[in-house]
């Protein structure tokens, strides 16, 4: 029986992953997967390696990069990570390949995506709904019945207020308050949030 946790990724994600994974079980065994791995190398003395393995099971892509989890996530199921440090409602639904930081709350009714990541302290709440391989960055709230799209960032600090809809392949930086929907796709700054960068163009 497998009992090996495959982490793909050896960057601060990566760590940070591997980190909540032996809070929750200081027995566990891990082994990153980097195509740059060096000889001999180790993280928190666990061996990092330059492929998975074909029979590898209990799989967590763990890079920051949207598009690339997403790509890599393709015909690979994965584990969900969660701290023991989070709060979970018991109604609401988590898809495969997420990570949930220590201090995050998710509300009743809450639906997080596919792979996608919720940092340190973020809110999500009650019937909220999160897309797939989106990224909730530390300290970011995201108001109830808000709905956040697909390969969304949401910066550190951020805003979404309750039942604003964020389309998907949008940006939002840093301490941002979105206070009207987005349908288009592009970076957004400030508060109120407003468009910097339009990806159509």
């Known amino acids: 029986m497998e009992n090996k946790i495959y982490i793909i990724g050896c960057g601060g994600h990566a760590r940070g992953v591997a980190d909540v994974i032996l809070d929750n079980d200081p027995t566990a065994k891990l082994v990153f ?5 060096r000889e001999m190398e180790t993280i928190f003395g666990f061996p ?3 492929s998975l393995p074909a029979t590898a099971e209990n799989v967590f892509i763990a890079l920051g990069d949207n598009a690339l989890r997403q790509d ?4 690979q199921k994965l584990i969900s990570v969660i ?4 709060y979970i409602s018991p109604q609401a639904h988590i898809s495969d390949g997420v990570f949930i930081a220590d201090g995050v709350h998710i509300g009743p009714c809450a639906n997080i995506g596919k792979g996608t990541i919720i940092n340190t302290n ?3 709440e009650h019937e909220a709904e999160i897309g797939d391989f989106t990224h909730i960055s530390v300290n970011s709230t ?3 019945r808000a709905k956040i799209g697909s390969n969304v960032f949401i910066g550190a600090g ?5 039942k604003i809809s964020v389309c998907s392949n949008v940006t939002i930086g840093a301490g941002g308050v979105v206070v009207k929907n ?13 468009i910097l960068k339009d990806n159509r163009k």
């Open 33 to 37: 997967v980097d195509r740059n791995a």
């Open 48 to 50: 990092v390696i330059k």
């Open 72 to 75: 890599l996530a393709r015909n």
């Open 83 to 86: 701290s023991k440090r989070a």
């Open 122 to 124: 973020a809110v999500v």
């Open 142 to 144: 995201i108001c109830g």
């Open 158 to 162: 951020a805003t979404v207020i309750d």
């Open 182 to 194: 987005i349908d288009i796709s592009g970076t957004y700054i400030g508060i109120p949030a407003r």
